[in-house]
């Protein structure tokens, strides 16, 4: 048996360390923030819980999967959500299907004012959508994202990348190398693959980055977001105008013309894909310069062979950081038992990845960050199930391709600011960097 399911094996064997302090935690009584020393204090932690520094996760995450893996927290509108905190627990929440991701489902978790009210007033995209709706549309895609496709296309990632990087070598230094090079290497690539016009890169970054952006005003951020759909619309008219071979022209020839989608369903879509994960991107190449700067044993591995060693680097920093950490929300179809507690049907749930990606039974010394670490493809920053990330592979090919041209051009680069002024994002949010000076 090898290690990673000896591991399993006995976590699949145990209920739980404490399952009186965790019968409690998913009881109607509630608990103190802290479950080792718990009390009966009428309030649930609230969640989302505070990375306590920098790029560190919260704390309560490591407490809870010791203590009460599956437990109950309160949201921003005082309703309730159970929190799932281990690898094994997570996997198989996201694989059961009893376990809806529709979020115009009334008692669908939202964490932020407004939300709700959003996801009404919008065409569904299949990351909204339960089997056979979701099934249906990603099939659609999904050949744009599949390994053999992405494989094609990486001269064309490594191509971008180099690109960019002759525009830092003749830029002055210090560079913010999150603008400069990690954002447009997620944004020419998937621009690339829907087939938008390289004279519309500009204004479609610029609109990308002012409405996901967090110092933009509400109205700034809205009228950017209408002008991102409108554009949307006019790309997609003109596909059906004039296809290429690209995927838009390619839906509109086999999917649009034959009723398989709307042209509103489209739109819907091509928005979706153009805004999902470029900030996701972006964020693990800054973390990956940073952490290679910080681990200098890391970094020399890297160095000596970077082909080698950059699919493990790759993956490992998604683990170490799991960027998209608040995504994995679902509500409950029907009663359903997980890690010894019941969650009840209208009940939600948010798989916490980021709190799974350290769980020791599954990683060893989950804290170290180690491009070589032979368990790291269990790594669940892209989900599980059904839902797992459709561009899972294209991601992990453009942090490779980042990482080798990056170190390959500059060996030298390293922080132009101590890495304690580093600007990283609110510490409820998704971990990431607000930029990254760097020079070399
Ligand atoms: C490092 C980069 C990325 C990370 C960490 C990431 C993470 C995730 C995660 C955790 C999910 C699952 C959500 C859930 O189950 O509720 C997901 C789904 C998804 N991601 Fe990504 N993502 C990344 C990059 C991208 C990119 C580049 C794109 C688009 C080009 C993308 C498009 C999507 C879509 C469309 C889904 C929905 C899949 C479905 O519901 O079937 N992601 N991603």
Known sequence: MSLLSAARAACRRRVGPNPSL?????????????????????????????RPEASVPPEEYAKLRKTCPVSKAKLFDGSDIWLITKHRDLVDALRDQRFSKVRTHPD????????????????????????????????????WFAGGYVEKLRPTIRGHVKELLDGMQRASKPVNLHEAFSLPVAFKTIYGILGIPFEDFEFLSNNIAMRSSGSSTARDAAAAQQELVDYMEKLVKEKERNPGNDMLSEIVKNDLRNGNISRDQLIAHAFLLVVAGNATVASMINLGVVELLANPDQLAAFKEDPEACAPGLALEICRFHSASALAL??????????????????????????????????????DKFDIRRPEVGEQVAYGAGIHRCIAEYLALVELQEAFKGLFGRFPNIKLAVDESELEWSAPQADVGLKSLPVTW
């Open 329 to 366: 929300r679902r509500v409950a179809l029907e009663d359903v038992q997980l890690g010894g507690q019941t969650i009840r049907k209208n009940e939600g749930i948010i798989a916490l990845n980021m709190s799974a990606n350290r769980d020791e039974e599954v990683f060893r010394n989950a």
């Open 108 to 143: 669908f978790p939202e964490l932020v004012e407004g939300a709700k009210a959003a996801v009404e007033g919008r065409e569904p995209t299949f990351v909204d959508m339960d089997p056979p709706d979701w099934t249906r549309f990603r099939g659609m895609f999904e050949r």
């Open 22 to 50: 965790c019968a409690a935690l998913g009881a109607t009584r509630a608990m103190s923030t802290n479950p080792e020393t718990a009390t009966d204090v009428h309030a649930r932690p609230s969640f989302p819980m505070m």
